[in-house]
């Protein structure tokens, strides 16, 4: 069956430096993978979407690559801030509407 | 302002009575969506709808019916909820144009069986 997974342990890290959170998927071929961010208590916020023929995207601080031969895909936070604490959530999606999203991986940045 | 919204927000109820919670978005997307969330396991799609009339089984369906007669709404019935079906549901709309594009989701709606 299809598996996705994220790093279920906290990722602490000091302000400044770059957060690195792994998304590693088996048994699926998706054509698209996403980045969602999630604050307790609330609805998730996307961030990026990457397409299974694209290698990397950015967006300000954010990066994220896609590694279909690795089953993998990594989401950089640079010059990580106390703001950027939340939890991230993966994503992948056919081309036909069905998701499936990683359990997530919380981020947590100390001054 | 573009939103999507969900009714109730927070729901306790009895096994087998049956209830309705609400999605509507004013994004005029054609793909709207339905989750739940429990710990541990993240989000798990139930239903989705790529346009009106058109509706799709997700990871899990069971227990849980949709309908979309119209583009901006998109409501989730549970016709005998039981207590396991005690979940943070969320509800989601997207541009849906040979693929998906970024998901705007509701503010969730907390739902207690006993």
């Known amino acids: 069956s299809q598996k996705i997974e994220q790093n279920s342990e906290a990722l602490n890290i000091q302000e400044g430096k770059t957060a690195t959170l792994t998304c590693n998927y088996t048994?699926?071929?998706?054509?698209?993978l996403q980045w969602y961010r999630q604050d307790p208590g609330r609805g998730p916020v996307f961030l990026l979407l990457?397409?299974?023929?694209?290698k990397e995207k950015r967006k300000e601080r954010l990066k994220v690559t896609f590694d279909t031969t690795l089953k993998q895909s990594l989401f950089h936070i640079t010059a990580s801030q106390p703001a950027d604490s939340a939890t991230y959530l993966c994503?992948?999606?056919?081309?036909?509407?069905?998701?499936?999203f990683g359990a997530g991986t919380q981020v947590v940045v100390t001054p | 302002e573009a939103q999507v919204t969900q009714n109730p927000r927070y729901l306790i109820t009895v096994t087998g009575k049956k209830l309705t919670v609400t999605c509507s978005q004013n994004m005029n997307h054609e793909y709207m969506s339905w989750y739940r969330q429990d710990p541990g396991l993240g989000l798990r799609q139930i239903y989705y709808s790529m346009n009106v009339e058109v509706t799709d089984k997700g990871d899990v369906p069971e227990g849980y019916k949709v309908s979309r007669k119209e583009k901006r709404n998109f409501p989730l019935i549970l016709e005998s909820p039981s207590p396991n079906q005690t979940s943070l549901y969320f509800c989601?709309?997207?541009?849906?144009?040979?693929?998906?594009?970024?998901?705007?989701f509701g503010p969730g709606t907390r739902l207690t069986v006993t």
């Open positions: 990457i397409r299974e023929n694209e």
């Open positions: 994503a992948l999606s056919d081309s036909w509407g069905k998701l499936q």
């Open positions: 989601a709309s997207s541009l849906w144009a040979q693929g998906p594009y970024e998901q705007y």
């Open positions: 048994n699926y071929s998706p054509a698209y």
